[in-house]
């Protein structure tokens, strides 16, 4: 029997990006969007935003819900944007964060623009008929450097200026199937599909 789980993001890019990801190591799980409420996001860690958007669409749906929060941490930056990686510039177009980050780092030379994508995934399955809530967090991390501008067409966010380890170029020129290996968040996945198999 197939079990459907609540992605919690009002992010198309994010929901196609895991039913791909789960779609082969978990055929029986239907990935379904979230139209409910969006949380404030006031967690202090990538866990613990994850937990605050799964918890919400847990409550909101009856179902087992699932929430991602990620964001670029730049090392000579102390590790920012981190959790503030969507709305760096002020607002939440990508255009102008990476425009943002970019000046920032304008003059820090190529072997100290290294940075890294860390991705958080909480999966929260709803308490009740005297049963607690289950909550569980994994993360993943992807390595690598920024580049000194964006390229390629592909992916989101961040993706055209980062360069990850053992590739030459930028996310955003990878081909799909490779970002869904190797990404942050598929390493996050990967993690929680033994959590995700226990529970179904």
Avoid at 26 to 49: I, T
Avoid at 56 to 62: D, K, N, S
Wanted: charged letters at 25%; glycine letters at 12%; aromatic letters at 4%.
């Amino acid at each position: 029997m197939d079990a459907e789980l609540v992605l919690a993001t009002h992010n198309a890019h994010k929901v196609e990006e895991l039913r791909l990801i789960l779609e082969d190591a978990l055929p029986e799980v239907v990935v379904g969007g979230y139209d409910g409420p969006e949380p404030v996001e006031d967690g202090v860690s990538f866990a613990d935003n994850a937990l605050i958007k799964a918890r919400a669409a847990a409550e909101h749906t009856g179902r087992i819900a699932l929430a991602d929060d990620s964001g670029i941490c730049v090392d000579i930056l102390g590790g920012s944007p981190g959790i503030f990686s969507a709305r760096w510039s002020g607002t939440r177009d990508d255009q102008a964060n990476v425009a943002l980050l970019l000046t920032q780092l304008a003059d820090i030379r190529d072997p100290h623009r290294t940075a890294h994508f860390t991705c958080a995934i909480a999966v929260v399955v709803p308490g009740g008929d005297g049963r607690d809530a289950v909550e569980h967090v994994v993360t993943g991390d992807w390595e690598g450097r920024l580049a000194g501008g964006p390229s390629g067409i592909g992916g989101f966010g961040y993706d055209p200026i980062f360069v990850p380890d053992g590739h030459d170029g930028t996310v955003a020129e990878l081909p799909a199937e490779v970002k869904g290996e190797q990404s942050h968040r598929a390493r996050a996945l990967k993690a929680l599909v033994p959590v995700l198999s226990d529970l179904l």
